[in-house]
């Protein structure tokens, strides 16, 4: 197992930890809520017997926590410490349920006039994705930050940083990218509301190295969102991709993240989900959306599944 596996699996296990002393609590939903809104640091790490039995299911082929998907959040103000706060989930039915494995702050101090657009990963490396607030040139809008490992994630020690040469058009901005063992998509959206056709674009890209040099091609997306609603991220787990939309408001438990569940990119621009939920997640006020993605594909080349099957909720 390489170096980057390990530490993942050890993530894993630490966080699925946390998450059995939390429950061991009595006031198990003011606590969980704690590392829901991103403000309190409240990670212990015991239970070494347990540990060893998570391990167990965690090393098995096809199991539940063959993934574990990472959300970043962004502390509204701009501050030097304590800026980005990554919250996990053993897969995508876990946020649905607002039920997250645990959180922690990074070393991230995103400069105030960039915006966290995205993470996600693909079998090699981990990527952040920069944009500028104000429009800007070729090669001075859209930042890419390139990691080995979580580790490297949490300690902000990327082994590359650099600018696409993409230059958006003015009225868009980056919303999502997202990765499936193929190919790399960027997820972009009209900062104005507009019809479906108009308001989301996907670029598709070969590799990394073509995202970098603007070499890919696009689509329109027949999807229109209520102007009170934002697209906070797009993912894909090897087998569907997601499409995970936030109200520009905050709102309670199952009014504020909704996600749309597709069999392929061709389903997401003609935007035919095979199934879409309210998630129970929530986020507090003085924090927002910066990206989703899955962080640990373990017992793959590529991707595995993360077994989610399709929902049986009502597309809306």
Known sequence: MSSRRAFDLLRLLYLNIWLFEQLQQTN?????????????????????????????????????????????????????????????????NAFIAGNPLGGAFTAMNVNPEWGFKAFFADKDQYYIVLESDADAGSGEEVYLLTYDSMADVFANNPVFAGYSTINLSAGHSVSGFAADGNDYYMLLESDADAPAGSEFYVWTYNTIADFLNESGSFEALNLSLSPS???GAFAADGEYFYLIAETDAGAPAGSEFWIYQYDSLADVVAHTPIGASASQQILDDAWSHGGMGISVPLFADGFESSGTGAWSATVQ
Not at 68 to 85: A, I, M, P, Q
Request: glycine share 8%; charged share 20%; aromatic share 14%.
């Open 28 to 92: 198990d939903e003011e606590e969980s809520m704690k590392c829901f809104d991103g403000v309190d640091g409240c990670i212990q790490w015991r239970s070494p017997i347990l540990g060893l039995l998570i391990l167990a299911l965690l090393a098995l082929p096809g199991s539940a926590f063959a993934q574990s998907w990472s959300w970043f959040v962004v502390s509204n103000t701009d501050v030097t410490t304590d800026e980005v706060w990554e919250v996990s989930f053993s897969g995508i």
């Open 229 to 231: 609603w934002s697209m």
